[in-house]
């Protein structure tokens, strides 16, 4: 039997988690985009301070000729140091860019329709693989929400393209990005190099400067045995806050900086070297403008931020209950003017009320459309719905039995039990018949749920656990 045969997940959810890992690994020593800005905070800027201190050494005994010896074996260590320096610099762009490829490829598709399916399917996958408040759920949530982040952005960004009006220079230069969906390969290219990988590193990278030692120490302490998932006083917010906005853009300009030209045709490299740089500058303005707020740039990262605050939340009082907030907390602050109103509006428009992946429990109807007196499991898979509060799903029950064939459905508001005034609708069943019903469908289920018996929502993850169950993006009845 081959490994792949014995894995436990789908090819598809393999991928999902080796990129995860690539991006914020459980563990050190593999090599990931993380581990790379821990080196760079801790190792690399001790390298080039040695580098400026053998300058300045040099500089004093440059024109003294009883010091020529010296002042040669000064000048190879820099020499051999800028060598060191600029191969990790190039080691971790090369890194970079292939893991934001790598996003790119699982959630974008040759047309639109396919393009939000994949991503959907993206994050729905994401949150499938969370447990909910279970166990030590906020260090995963930590490790999922950059990558989360995203693909939101990008997506969000489509969606600013759209519109006629765009105010930044080096958005406006792709209006047109929409034509990689009618299979236009100079714009496909074009879109990926100049666009979809700087968004994708920016959101990745968005607050990478929480892993200097600086930052660190506040979050995890001196001896690091504090936990960092706890509630900071203001001191150390605003500390923390200048700490992250300071490592963070001295990692984007001088720890990444702009890939090195291969080749020797002068008009190629001069296409390349200013491709490239306004490429950088556009993703240091991106990230700069989401500390500041300055010149509305920076929603685009932000707003996907704020957002998955709440579906991955790191805090101790975390519920999957509160998992809509998300979508309302975007609303208020359009409404206060805290943020552009037209794009948080098409970002509501994208994600809708209930996140990809969310367990939803509603209530059926049969063939005559009447509502049947009981209820089924759904699982959130497509993004854009019509309605907000009526989430596109794929129906995974039928008559209390779990089914890999259920259909795709849009449940309405009127049938979705997570509004209460629909589980009133079903507390006319009885106590035998809901407890009956609630055993089917969970295996841990006792009479001390009875307070429990029409559940608002579901937890989709030990469902999607197993790999016959991990395709249910696939389009069937």
């Not at 563990?27 to 053998?54: N, P, W």
């Not at 890939?259 to 296409?271: A, L, Q, S, V």
Request: aromatic content about 10%; proline content about 3%.
């Amino acid at each position: 039997m081959s490994s792949q045969s014995q894995n436990p997940d789908n090819i598809y959810t393999q991928q999902v988690k080796q990129l995860l890992s690539l991006v914020y690994p459980k563990e050190t020593g593999f090599g990931s985009i993380f581990e790379d800005a821990r080196h760079y905070f801790t190792l690399t800027t001790t390298l080039e301070q040695h580098t400026t201190d053998l300058k300045e050494q040099l500089l004093k005994i440059k024109d003294k000729k009883d010091k020529e010896v010296l002042a040669s074996q000064l000048a190879k260590q820099i020499k051999n140091n800028n060598e060191k320096l600029e191969e990790e610099r190039l080691a971790r762009l090369e890194r970079l860019e292939a893991v934001c490829t790598k996003v790119i490829k699982l959630c974008e598709g040759e047309t639109w329709a396919e393009t939000q399916q994949l991503s959907a399917k993206f994050l729905g996958t994401l949150m499938l693989l969370t447990r909910g408040a279970d166990g030590n759920f906020a260090k995963v949530h930590q490790r999922y929400k950059p990558i989360y982040k995203a693909v939101l952005t990008l997506r969000l960004t489509d969606r600013l393209l759209d519109h006629d009006t765009i105010a930044h220079s080096y958005l406006s230069k792709y209006r047109e990005a929409i034509s990689r969906f009618r299979n236009d390969q100079y714009w496909k290219d074009k879109w990926k190099t100049e666009l979809g990988v700087p968004l994708t590193a920016a959101a990745l990278l968005q607050d990478i400067g929480l892993q200097s030692p600086a930052a660190l120490t506040i979050l995890k302490g001196k001896d690091g045995d504090l936990d960092e998932f706890r509630l900071l006083d203001e001191e150390q917010r605003k500390n923390l806050l200048k700490i992250n906005y300071h490592f963070t853009m001295k990692y984007l300009s001088d720890g990444l900086g702009i890939p090195k030209y291969t080749g020797n045709i002068r008009e190629e490299r001069d296409r390349f070297i200013k491709a490239h740089t306004e490429a950088s500058e556009f993703i240091q303005q991106l990230v700069k403008d989401a500390f500041l707020s300055k010149t509305g740039l920076g929603e685009l990262v932000k707003i996907p931020q704020i957002y998955v605050s709440i579906v991955l939340s790191t805090k101790a009082d975390y519920t999957r209950l509160d998992l809509p907030k998300g979508y309302l907390l975007i609303e208020q602050l359009a409404k206060k003017g805290s943020l552009n109103k037209n794009l948080a509006q098409d970002f509501m428009n994208l994600v809708g009320y209930f996140p990809q992946g969310f367990g939803v429990a509603f209530i059926p109807r049969n063939e005559k459309g009447e509502e049947k007196n009981q209820f089924e499991y759904a699982i959130v898979t497509g993004l854009n719905p019509a309605k907000p509060a009526e989430p596109i799903c794929k129906v995974v029950t039928r008559n209390q039995n779990f089914v890999n064939s259920g259909a795709q459905e849009v449940i309405e508001k009127s049938r979705n039990l997570y509004f209460p005034a629909n589980r009133k609708k079903l507390m006319r069943l009885g106590e035998a018949r809901l407890s009956e019903i609630m055993s089917q469908l969970s295996s841990n289920f006792s009479q001390e749920s009875l307070d429990d018996l029409v559940p608002s929502f579901w937890e989709p993850h030990d469902f999607f656990g197993f790999k016959k169950h991990q395709n249910i993006w696939a389009k069937n009845t």
